[in-house]
């Protein structure tokens, strides 16, 4: 039977627990959330983050570096997989990313959104589509039936960064008086991310030492 050490557990799952559970108490407040294509890819980083440090950093660990630095290795690593996430932030395609909406509920707040930017703005119901003609852009909501969660895109390719951040002041002040389509989906997820921490304080008291030691030597190399 395989084992996986506690310290491992700890690196790798604390973060994802500690996002898991804020997100799932965000999203029981009962209110939507608009956020950033950016700031959503950073965040599930962050989450994700110890898995990359067992996983991808452990297999690809410069040994002679790590021999000859030791501790000083781990700085370099992060500074690496922040330069990886920032990369991708860079290259992906700017949206908005609303939770607790789905796309049929996003569309009236988002006409409103757009009309603070370009009182001109419609909705062509047809094609889905918010056009603002003044600024010569067209956004779509993107999202499957069923679900609380869109993301607004625009069919330009190039779009201004100031033009996002308007659209995201605007979504915002827009769903702030909005319910949240499903907040029960933030109790499940709310739940599984304090069962998790749970898991891991148990983990952390009942094999403390093993954790000291796992983290002396995951260290020093």
């Given at each position: 039977?395989?084992?996986?050490?506690p310290f491992i557990l700890l690196v790798a799952l604390l973060p994802l627990a500690a996002y898991l559970t804020l997100f799932g108490l965000i999203r029981l407040t009962g209110r939507p959330m608009a956020t950033s294509g950016g700031r959503d890819i950073f965040a599930v980083s962050v989450a994700i983050s110890g898995l990359f440090i067992v996983g991808p950093a452990?297999?690809?660990?410069?040994?002679?570096?790590g021999a000859a630095f030791g501790p000083k290795i781990w700085?370099?690593?992060?500074?690496?997989?922040?330069?990886?996430v920032t990369l991708i932030i860079l290259s992906a395609r700017p949206k908005v990313i609303i939770y607790g909406l789905g796309p049929a509920s996003l569309a009236e707040p988002l006409l409103l959104a757009a009309k603070r930017?370009?009182?001109?703005?419609?909705?062509?119901?047809?094609?889905?589509?918010?056009?603002?003609?003044?600024?010569?852009?067209?956004?779509?909501?993107?999202?499957?039936?069923?679900?609380?969660?869109?993301?607004?895109y625009a069919y330009e390719n190039v779009v201004s960064p100031s033009f996002w951040r308007l659209l995201l002041r605007s979504v915002r002040?827009?769903?702030?008086?909005?319910?949240?389509?499903?907040?029960?989906y933030g109790g499940v997820v709310f739940v599984i991310g304090i069962a998790m921490l749970a898991f891991l304080s148990w983990q952390l008291f009942s094999s403390h030492e093993q954790v000291v030691q796992g983290f002396?030597?995951?260290?020093?190399?």
């Open positions: 039977m395989i084992t996986i050490e452990e297999l690809f660990f410069p040994s002679a570096a700085p370099a690593i992060g500074v690496l997989y922040f330069l990886l930017i370009d009182p001109m703005s419609t909705c062509d119901e047809a094609s889905g589509q918010i056009v603002l003609p003044n600024s010569g852009i067209h956004l779509r909501i993107n999202g499957h039936r069923g679900t609380d969660t869109a993301e607004v002040a827009e769903i702030a008086t909005e319910e949240a389509s499903s907040p029960r002396q030597e995951w260290l020093w190399r």
